[in-house]
């Protein structure tokens, strides 16, 4: 390929692999009264070479089928991973998690949940998901995101946006008078 450039003109040709991976969305399901955060965890296998363990704390999070919008994606995941309901979303935001070699766009939100209702193993079998329910208090989930425990990019982007929003949302959602 070729392109043009800062300077003026074009770039030499040359190559380039793109992994076209599909869209996906994730989301982060959040208790507004008891201040707890569901994630699951999963093992990834390509998480070996770089994170401290291939088994991973994350966001609910799926790819999008042709024609799915990505709050049908996240409603679908929240019941097929965590057994979760959603009913409001708050969309965060919409980012390219690795554009310099693959085509994906993920689309982020926050969800109200009752963590009460959450927990036990989930996953569906014929896609190999073996799914491990955790209701984490926000405190502890935003210390893993900045020590590093947490590492799994839609997570990081969830954690941190719910940090400056909490309040807000808190007032939004709250089930209590």
């Not at 209702?117 to 998901?129: C, F, P, Q, R, Y």
């Amino acid at each position: 390929m070729r392109h043009t450039t800062f300077r003026g003109g074009w770039s030499a040709v040359h190559g380039l692999e793109i992994f076209d991976r599909g869209d996906a969305a994730a989301v982060l399901p959040w208790d507004p009264d008891t201040d707890e955060v569901v994630l699951v965890e999963q093992f990834r296998a390509a998480a070996i070479p770089s994170a401290p363990s291939p088994w991973l704390l994350e966001a609910v999070a799926g790819s999008m089928k042709p024609g799915e919008h990505p709050e049908d994606v996240v409603r679908r995941e929240a019941m097929e991973e965590a057994g979760l309901t959603l009913t409001e979303l708050r969309h965060v935001t919409s980012f390219l998690p690795s554009c310099g070699a693959m085509i994906e766009e993920l689309h982020v939100y926050v969800a109200p949940v009752d963590a009460s209702t959450a927990g036990g193993v989930h996953g569906l079998a014929d896609e190999h998901e073996d799914m491990k329910v955790h209701v984490l208090p926000f405190a502890q989930v935003l210390a893993m995101t900045e020590d590093g425990r947490i590492v799994a990019g839609n997570t990081v982007v969830a954690v941190y946006w719910l940090a400056l929003h909490r309040e807000e949302l808190r007032v939004q959602w709250s089930r209590r008078p």
